[in-house]
């Protein structure tokens, strides 16, 4: 069964980058498209970005320009660069593969 793991979250200062990544268990992996997601507080869980097995990413409004999906199936990983934070990117940062959830890495942007 594959397992998903992130790690990479922490406190930054607005302007500031973190990279996440996100680790699987199964070298499955490699035929998953892959999706990272956030959560805030108090809000709905959202779509920031995917990559296909083949490597095509997309992303939505609130990533696009300052996030970038990318993959590495040889290590059985996906990861989330993030660039120029501000303190609404703040929340709970997960990666999915199909139904798997990996238990999320936290984020936090403060002045």
């Known amino acids: 069964q594959l397992q998903l793991v992130e790690s990479g979250g922490g406190l930054v200062q607005p302007g500031g980058s973190l990279r996440l990544s996100c680790t699987a268990s199964s070298s499955i992996f490699g035929i998953y498209e892959m999706g990272w997601y956030r959560q805030a507080p108090g809000k709905q869980r959202e779509r920031l970005a995917i990559i296909t097995s083949g490597g095509y990413a997309s992303y939505v409004d609130s990533g696009e320009g300052r996030f970038t999906i990318s993959r590495d199936n040889a290590k059985n990983a996906v990861y989330l660069q993030m660039n120029r934070l501000r303190p609404e990117d703040t929340a709970v940062y997960y990666c999915?593969?199909?139904?798997?959830w990996g238990q999320g890495t936290q984020v936090t942007v403060f002045s």
């Open positions: 999915n593969a199909g139904q798997v």
